[in-house]
């Protein structure tokens, strides 16, 4: 005896404020705090990567200034923090009382983002600019993990 019933399934009309596309419904799911993840819900999204003499961290900080952010070296962790007061009230919404928001997907608010380093760094020798609202940090890996090169010599001399 089949004791399944069948559901039925509403459908969301297309042109629902509602619906959103995967890609922006896959980006609230990765950009929500998790435990342990280095980021709060406004963080800024990061590139790292690293060469032969230093390990880069890139940040796309729109609208922010450099008295907005905040960088920090410990160990081998590296801190960006921040605030971003909504694209500093460039939206007329925004500005306006007299308007209902439908829709929001400006950050504002303070952020804090924490990335592991992938080696030890030279703190002293750290290098950041912010150039067309990107963050470029630039930090030196430290003597004791870069390669070096060790000469061979024959065991008679």
């Not at 342990?36 to 900080?61: C, F, K, M, T, Y």
């Not at 997907?105 to 030279?122: D, T």
């Amino acid at each position: 005896m089949n004791t399944h019933n069948k559901a039925s399934v509403a459908r969301w009309p297309h042109n629902s404020l509602f619906v959103r596309p995967i890609p922006s419904l896959l980006e609230d799911l990765f950009s929500a705090r998790t435990a342990g993840d280095g980021r709060s819900s406004s963080s800024p999204l990061i590139n790292v990567w690293s060469d032969a003499q230093a390990v880069h961290v890139e940040s796309e900080l729109p609208g922010l200034a450099i008295e907005d952010i905040e960088l920090t070296v410990l160990g081998d962790e590296l801190t960006l923090k921040g605030e971003n007061e909504n694209n500093k009230g460039e939206s007329k919404a925004t500005s306006n009382e007299n308007v209902t928001m439908h829709h929001q997907e400006w950050r504002s608010g303070r952020f804090e983002r924490r990335i592991r380093l992938p080696f030890e760094v030279q703190s002293e020798a750290v290098t950041a600019e912010l150039m067309q609202g990107v963050l470029h940090v630039t930090l030196p890996k430290s003597e004791a993990v870069k390669p070096r090169r060790i000469p061979v010599r024959s065991a008679g001399q």
